[in-house]
C-alpha cells in the first residue's frame, strides 16, 4: 500500500489490478472503532469535499465512538438503493411529478434522476389466492398481472426514462434474498479518470428487512421512501454518529436449533435492552461457527428490535458464500484485500473494537423457539409453546373447552381457539438460509412418507424467496413431499408477512367471529391485523416448525409429549421421529448447494415472462398520466410550490385527528393490507368502477394517493381513545360531534381550514419503514405529532413529510397531564433560520371544551440541522427540487 495523505488516498494491489482506495488506518484510534464506524469513517473521508471537512467529521466519528455515545449529525452517502415494489412504485410516482415540478419552475425535468444504482424488485404484489395445488404458481402469477398492469407499465416507465434504474420483473424473488444472491457487491468499484476506485458497499433500501444484507458484510438499513428518494437524486443522508453496542458471541447453536431461533433471541434481548436508534454488531468466538446465511437471517430481523442495523464483518464465511452465489474470483480476491486494509476483516485474535456496551450470548444456550402472539420480540421457548398459548387464551378470557364444527374440503372437522388457519412457509427471514430450507423439507417428506398430512382447514403457504431456493429443494428430492402436505410453490415473493396470505378457507372465515383462530409463519412480521384479518394470534417460527404446526393445525399442542399423528403402519408419530439432525443437513447442503445452483437460479432474473415482455412503453422526460387509473395518479405534494420557501407557519388551534396509545406500529397508521369491503378507499374505488375482486391491495395502490389517503388511520386493529372503543378507522369529528372515518373527519376539518395534530405513546411509527405512514397523516390536514418516543425511520419519515414530530418530557403523556384528545391545541412558534429548532423545547397550549387550559413543553425532535432545513422547506423532496432547480 502506497499512502497520499495530501488527497486521502492510498493505493491497493489485487492480482493485476491496482484500486484507488480511501484508508481508515490513518486517523488516529481507528483500528479501536467498531466495524460499522469504520464504513462510516470512509464514507466521510471518501466523500467529503476537502481535507479539512473530511477530518473534521473524521474526528466527530472517532470522538464519538470511543466514548461510546451518540455523536454530531454526520452527512453519509450510500452507494445503492433497494426498492421493493410497493415503496418503489411511490418512488417513482414522486420523481415523475418532481420533473413535472422542475419544469414548472424553470428547470430542466431531466435533472430529476437517480445519481447512484437503485435497484427495484417486483416482489410485494403477488398474493396467494390459491394455495395447496398445482396450479398455485401459475394462477397467482396470472391474477397479479392482472391486478397490477397499470403500475407494471409505469415501472417499465421509470425504467426506460430513468438512468441507473434496473427492475427485476414478478415471479424472481424477494429482494431481500436478491440483494445478498445478487446484487451485494460487498466492495464496490467506480470507474474514474485516474482509474478504479474500490470503496465499501452500503445500501439504504424502502424496505425495513434491507438490513439482511448486513449478514455478509454490507452496512444497509431501511429508511423511508422519502429519504431514500433524496439519496437516490444525490442527497446525503444525515445521521447522527450512532451509538455502537457490541454482541458478543460464543459457543456454537446446539443440535436442531436453526438461524431463526437464534433470531428470535436477538429480537427479545436486544429490545429488552433497548438499541433503538443505535447500531449493533456481532463479533466473538462464535461468529465463525455461523454461516453467511444464518447471519443474514438474524440481520434481516433487526427491525424488530429497533436498531439501525446489525453488521457482521467480512471473513472466510463471507467468502465462501460470495463464492457459491457466483461472485468471480476477482471480485472475492478485492473483497478480502480491501476488507483487510480497512480493518474490516473479522480476526477473532486482534484486540476486542470499543463498544457503548457488550453484550454477551452463548449460542449454545439458544433453543428452539416461537414469537407471539402478535409481535416478534415476544419470545417463547417452543417447549413451552402450549402453556404459553393457553396463557394468552386464560388472558383474554377464551374457554379452550369451546368446539364448533367447520366443514372444510369435504370434511366435517371440529376446531376451537388457536385454531390454524394459515401455515406459510414465507421468503423473508428464513429462506435465505439454505440450512432452514433443507430442514423443512426434509420434515415435510418424512411426515408424507408415515402417511401424515396437514389438517385440512389449515392454508398451506409456500413462497420460496428466489428460484435458486426452489431449485435447491428439488435438487434435494424434497418438492414431493412438501406439496403431499399440500405447500405448493404459491409465488415468488413477500407473501404472509406483509399481509399478502389471501382468503382463509371459506368455514374458517365463518368461524372467526367464534374463535380466534391463528397463524405460523416463518417470517418477521406477526402484528395484529397483519397477517390476516381473521386471524387473531400470530406467531414466529422456522420453516420446519411450520410445517409441524400444519400437521396438528392448532397451537394447543405439546410436541414434546404428544404424537404429531397416526402414521399409515397404525404407529404414533413423534415430532422427534421427523425430524433431521444437523449432520443430515449438512450433508444435503454440501452435495446441492452448489455454485451452478445459483447460475441456474438466475438464469433470466431481468428478464420477465411473456406477460412482461409484452409490456410496451416509449421512454419520455415526464410521465403521461392517466385520470381514469386507479393505481397510478399525480400527487400534490409540489402544487403551488414557490421558488423560494415560505417561513414556517405556526399551528394555532388545531384538533386531535387520533389519539393513540403505546407501540403504534406503522401497520396501524399506514395503509396496509386487503381494502376492507367497508371503507372509505373501497367507496372510493366502487365510484370509479372497480370490481371489489379487483380491489387489491393498499401495497398494490401506493401509487395513488387518493387510496392511500381513505385507508389512513385504518387498520382494523386501531385503537383510537376518540372513537370510544371502535375500533379501525373511526374517530370523533369534533365539529359534528358524530363518530366517522378518519378521512371523512380529517376532510371536514380542512374545508375548514383547521389544522390536525396526532397524540400518541411510546414507540409511535415502529415496524416497517412505511414513507405512507407520514405521507398519509400530512394528506390528512396533520401538522404535529406528540409521542412519548418515536421509531428512529418514523420520526425522520414525519420531518421529510414537513409533520413536526414532538416528545412529551420524560414522564408526561397525553393521559399524564389530562388529554383526551377534544382539546384545541397550539404550538408555540419555532424558527428553523440556523437549521436547528429555536427553541428546542417549545412551549404548547391545550384549551378543554369547558375553557380551561392545560399548558407543558415537548421536545422537537428535529434533530439536525439538515432535518431543519428539510422541515423550512416543507419536507425533504421540496428542498432537494429547490436545489436542483437552481
Known amino acids: 500500500m502506497t499512502q497520499d495523505q495530501s488527497t486521502r488516498t492510498a493505493e491497493l494491489a489485487v492480482g493485476d489490478e491496482t484500486y484507488t482506495y480511501y484508508p481508515v488506518a490513518p486517523i488516529a484510534d481507528a483500528e479501536k472503532l467498531p466495524f460499522s464506524l469504520t464504513v462510516l469513517l470512509e464514507n ?43 415503496t418503489g412504485v411511490p418512488v417513482f410516482v414522486d420523481f415523475a411529478v418532481m420533473r413535472e415540478a422542475m419544469a414548472a419552475l424553470g428547470g430542466d425535468p431531466v435533472k430529476v434522476n437517480p445519481q447512484i444504482p437503485c435497484d427495484l424488485v417486483i416482489d410485494h404484489s403477488v398474493i396467494a389466492d390459491e394455495a395447496g395445488c398445482a396450479s398455485a404458481l401459475e394462477k397467482n402469477m396470472e391474477l397479479e398481472f392482472e391486478r397490477n398492469g397499470e403500475r407494471y407499465t409505469f415501472l417499465k416507465w421509470a425504467q426506460s426514462s430513468f438512468q441507473n434504474v434496473r427492475i427485476v420483473p414478478p415471479g424472481r424473488g424477494i429482494c431481500h434474498q436478491i440483494n445478498v444472491e445478487e446484487f451485494s457487491r460487498v466492495a464496490m468499484v467506480r470507474e474514474e479518470a485516474g482509474g478504479k476506485t474500490v470503496y465499501f458497499d452500503t445500501v439504504v433500501g424502502t424496505d425495513s428487512h434491507t438490513t439482511t444484507a448486513n449478514g455478509i458484510g454490507v452496512l444497509s438499513w431501511g429508511v423511508g421512501g422519502i429519504e431514500a428518494e433524496a439519496a437516490a437524486l444525490g442527497q446525503p443522508i444525515t445521521t447522527l454518529v450512532p451509538r455502537v453496542v457490541g454482541v458478543e458471541l460464543t459457543g456454537a447453536l446446539s443440535e436442531g436449533v436453526s438461524a431463526m431461533d437464534l433470531a428470535l433471541v436477538f429480537a427479545n434481548m436486544l429490545r429488552a435492552r433497548g438499541v433503538v436508534g443505535a447500531f449493533v454488531e456481532c463479533f466473538g468466538p462464535g461468529l465463525e461457527s455461523l454461516t453467511a446465511t444464518q447471519r443474514a437471517c438474524v440481520a434481516n430481523m ?18 465462501d458464500y460470495l463464492r457459491v452465489t457466483g461472485r468471480s474470483a476477482e471480485q472475492i480476491a478485492l473483497i478480502e484485500a480491501y476488507a483487510k486494509a ?103 417428506k418424512r411426515a408424507a412418507e408415515a402417511g401424515l398430512s396437514a389438517k385440512p382447514w389449515v392454508k398451506c403457504v409456500f413462497a420460496p424467496g428466489s ?100 402414521g399409515s403402519d397404525g404407529e404414533a408419530v413423534f415430532l422427534a421421529d421427523i425430524w433431521p439432525s444437523d449432520e443430515e443437513i449438512a450433508r444435503a447442503l454440501a452435495e446441492h448447494v452448489t455454485a451452478d445452483l445459483y447460475e441456474q437460479g438466475r438464469e433470466g432474473l431481468m428478464d420477465g415472462d411473456a406477460r412482461w415482455q409484452a409490456i410496451s412503453v416509449d421512454p419520455s422526460a415526464t410521465f403521461a398520466w392517466d385520470e381514469k387509473s386507479t393505481y397510478v395518479r399525480r400527487a400534490p405534494y409540489f402544487d403551488g410550490m414557490a421558488v423560494e420557501p415560505r417561513a414556517v407557519e405556526p399551528i394555532d388551534g388545531a384538533r386531535v385527528l387520533v389519539n393513540l396509545g403505546d407501540f403504534i406500529t406503522t401497520d396501524h397508521i399506514s395503509p396496509a393490507g386487503s381494502i376492507a369491503l367497508d371503507s372509505p378507499a373501497a367507496a372510493y ?53 358524530e363518530f366517522t372515518s378518519v378521512f371523512d373527519a380529517a376532510m371536514d376539518y380542512g374545508s375548514s381550514e383547521i389544522p390536525l395534530v396526532v397524540f400518541a405513546g411510546k414507540m409511535y411509527g415502529s415496524g416497517s419503514s412505511r414513507d405512507w405512514a407520514a405521507k398519509g397523516p400530512m394528506l390528512l390536514g396533520v401538522r404535529a405529532a406528540f409521542a412519548e418516543s418515536f421509531e428512529r425511520i418514523h420520526r425522520s419519515n414525519l420531518v421529510g413529510m414537513g409533520i413536526l414530530p414532538l416528545q412529551f418530557l420524560e414522564g408526561e403523556s397525553a393521559e399524564s397531564l389530562g388529554l383526551d384528545g377534544t382539546e384545541t391545541v397550539t404550538i408555540g412558534a419555532i424558527d428553523f433560520s440556523s437549521g436547528l429548532p429555536d427553541p428546542g423545547v417549545v412551549s404548547v397550549t391545550a384549551v378543554k371544551a369547558d375553557g380551561s387550559t392545560v399548558g407543558f413543553e415537548a421536545i422537537v425532535r428535529v434533530d439536525t440541522p439538515t432535518e431543519g432545513r428539510y422541515f423550512a422547506h416543507g419536507g425533504i423532496l421540496q428542498y432537494v427540487l429547490r436545489n436542483l432547480a437552481e
Not at 302 to 319: A, H, K, M
Not at 531 to 538: G, K, L
Open 302 to 319: 433487526t427491525p424488530e428490535y429497533g436498531c439501525t442495523c446489525t453488521l457482521f464483518p467480512v471473513d472466510q464465511q463471507t467468502l
Open 44 to 86: 466521510v473521508l471518501r466523500c467529503s469535499e476537502t481535507d479539512e471537512e473530511a477530518l473534521d467529521a473524521a474526528a466527530r466519528i472517532v470522538e464519538a465512538g470511543l466514548a461510546g455515545e451518540v455523536g454530531e449529525e454526520l452527512s453519509y452517502s450510500p452507494a445503492r438503493v433497494l426498492l421493493q415494489d410497493f
Open 685 to 737: 374505488l366502487r365510484e370509479r368502477g372497480v370490481s371489489e375482486s379487483f380491489f387489491n391491495t393498499y401495497g398494490a395502490r401506493r401509487g395513488n394517493h387518493e387510496v392511500m389517503m381513505r385507508g389512513t388511520f385504518a387498520n382494523v386493529k386501531l385503537q383510537n381513545k376518540l372513537a370510544e372503543g371502535r375500533k379501525g378507522c373511526w374517530t370523533l369529528n369534533q365539529l359534528s360531534g
Open 467 to 566: 428460484r435458486a431456493t426452489e431449485l435447491l429443494l428439488e435438487r434435494a428430492g424434497l418438492v414431493g413431499g412438501l406439496q403431499k402436505l399440500g405447500f405448493y410453490n404459491c409465488g415468488f415473493g413477500c407473501m404472509s408477512c406483509i399481509g399478502n396470505s389471501g382468503p382463509i378457507l371459506p368455514a374458517m372465515h365463518d368461524a372467526a367471529g367464534e374463535v380466534e383462530l391463528a397463524s405460523v409463519l416463518s417470517g418477521n412480521r406477526n402484528f395484529e391485523g397483519r397477517i390476516s384479518p381473521d386471524v387473531s394470534q400470530n406467531y414466529l417460527a422456522s420453516p420446519a416448525m411450520v410445517i409441524a404446526y400444519s400437521l396438528v393445525g392448532t397451537m394447543d399442542f405439546d410436541f414434546a409429549n404428544e404424537p404429531i399423528g397416526v
Open 342 to 444: 480497512q480493518g474490516f476483516w473479522n480476526d477473532p485474535a486482534a484486540e476486542p473494537r470499543v463498544y457503548a456496551e457488550v453484550i454477551e450470548l452463548d449460542l449454545s444456550t439458544v433453543k428452539r423457539n416461537l414469537a407471539g402472539p402478535s409481535r416478534p420480540h415476544d419470545l417463547i421457548v417452543a417447549a413451552d409453546a402450549q402453556e404459553a398459548f393457553r396463557s394468552v387464551c386464560a388472558d383474554r378470557g377464551l374457554s379452550l373447552d369451546k368446539r364448533i364444527a367447520v366443514e372444510v374440503r369435504g370434511e366435517r372437522c371440529e376446531i376451537t381457539h388457536g385454531a390454524l388457519a394459515i401455515a406459510a412457509v414465507t421468503s423473508c427471514t428464513t429462506a435465505t438460509d439454505p440450512a432452514m430450507m433443507i430442514a423443512s423439507g426434509l420434515v415435510a
